[in-house]
């Protein structure tokens, strides 16, 4: 092949990655986590491909890629595919207009008076380049880290690390992250960091857990694990300066799917096996693209049904055994009207967990929940888009600094008990 045809290839390829962050595509199959890689890294790395791309054009040239029509023809699909690129990162900066309208819808439009009220340090309105030019720096000056404390049995990945302000007071508010991996992996280590350590500079005492993973252990057994580190909160996070009474929970995918379970099953003496007495409600939830109906009442999934995956690797047995326990599984089914209240976020491009799913397990707690319910659904964001430091994930972070602040400030100005009447009751 000549130089000017190697650039078209190129030039080919480069626009196949872009079209895979712009276009929606579902029902992939196997070739989903193929799929989910490419439209990730290469949609909220958009400005990074771009330069490299324009780097790597330039060399092409420089070699005679222009001395054929195929050259031409390169250069001229390059262009539409670095547009194509800028508008994805286009998008991500405008996704803080999406948070704040979702934030506005469900906390007024004068949510933010009492947070400046109580003087907590202003917020940017959006993310500046400085924020997200080095994606992987996570982090913050200020910010201790203290790894692998145990919360339960070592030998079961009851492990937590705790994110601390270097300048604390005696009690500051806590922020439970709780990892994804579709219940099969992940780490404590690499998931929720660009949140946790802006929080923690802020702040905050931020608790990041292992659990136990499937296929080794099944449902509930992730849920249980989690309570467990709700109740080593409760009794010790004084010690590293935080408030046992002021817990928000968070996580992404397998962890948006626990934190919202861990909000909507509180103090279930049956999923608290040796700690039924303790207290496991939070105050609020924010889950990050979670998977909230095991089930698949509403048909969402289709052909790309996770039936076959959970039954096989994350339930000890089928809908079909145990129906109850699916639906225990299934945060769409817990919503009650003493739910906690929730800031749900999700992408319209999700290829692993679909946004439908999301769409229906909002409305659902809209329909029944006597608290905030705000629902930020950003457009083309793919799974697991806050991992790292971009235009979108420091959006988000902001935007649920905001959220978790003003449910703090109520908090301090008496309404202590913002989780709902049901805070220190078993729900059913």
């Known amino acids: 092949m000549t130089i000017p045809e190697w650039f078209l290839c190129a030039s080919i390829i480069g626009a196949l990655f872009t079209c895979s962050a712009l276009v929606r595509v579902n029902h992939l199959l196997h070739l989903v986590p193929l799929y989910f890689m490419i439209s990730w890294l290469t949609g909220e790395l958009a400005i ?27 250069l001229a699909i390059s262009l539409l595919s670095w547009a194509g690129l800028y508008y994805f990162h286009r998008q991500g900066c405008a996704s803080a207009d999406v948070y704040e309208h979702a934030l506005v819808e469900g906390l007024g439009l004068d949510y933010r008076q009492p947070v400046q009220e109580a003087h907590r340090p202003p917020l940017p309105e959006k993310a500046a380049t400085t924020d997200w030019i080095k994606p992987f720096t996570m982090r913050k000056p200020g910010v201790n880290k203290i790894s692998n ?61 292992n659990y136990q993973l499937s296929p080794n252990e099944k449902f509930p057994q992730h849920l249980v694990d989690v ?13 590293y300066g935080g408030n046992p009474d002021f817990v928000i929970a968070t996580g992404g995918s397998a962890g948006g799917h626990l934190s919202s379970l861990l909000g909507l099953t509180a103090n279930r003496s049956d999923l608290q096996p040796g700690f039924e007495e303790v207290d496991t409600s939070v105050v609020a939830c924010v889950p990050f693209y979670g998977v909230y109906d095991f089930m698949d009442r509403n048909n969402v999934r289709g052909v ?22 699916w ?51 950003l457009p083309f964001a793919q799974h697991a888009f806050e991992l790292f430091h971009s235009p979108r994930s420091d959006n988000a972070v902001f935007a649920v600094t905001r959220f978790v602040e003003a449910h703090y400030v109520d908090y301090l100005n008496g309404f202590a008990d913002v989780s709902g009447d049901a805070k220190h009751a078993e729900i059913d």
């Open 327 to 377: 639906d225990l599984a299934s945060p769409i089914t817990l919503v009650h009207e003493n739910a906690p209240p929730f800031f749900v976020i999700s992408g319209t491009h999700d290829s692993m967990w679909f946004v439908e799913d999301t769409r229906h397990f909002v409305e659902t707690l809209r329909g029944a929940s006597t608290q905030t319910v705000c629902y930020a659904e």
């Open 304 to 325: 790309s049904s996770m039936t076959k995956f959970l039954e096989d690797r994350v339930m000890p047995v089928s809908p079909a055994e145990d129906p109850a326990l």
């Open 227 to 239: 309570k467990r580190a709700m109740a080593w909160i409760r009794e010790h996070i004084a010690g």
């Open 48 to 74: 990074f491909h771009i330069a490299w791309q324009v780097a790597a054009t330039g060399v092409f040239i420089t070699a005679g890629a222009l001395d054929s029509g195929h050259g031409y023809a390169g």
């Open 149 to 209: 404390i145990a919360y339960g049995d070592a030998g079961h990945r009851h492990f937590l690390d705790v994110y601390q302000p270097q300048d604390r007071s005696e009690s500051c508010p806590v922020l439970l992250q709780i990892h994804g991996g579709g219940w099969m992996m992940g780490d404590k280590d690499h998931q929720g960091l660009p949140l946790m350590n802006h929080l923690a500079a802020r702040g905050w005492i931020c608790v990041a857990i």
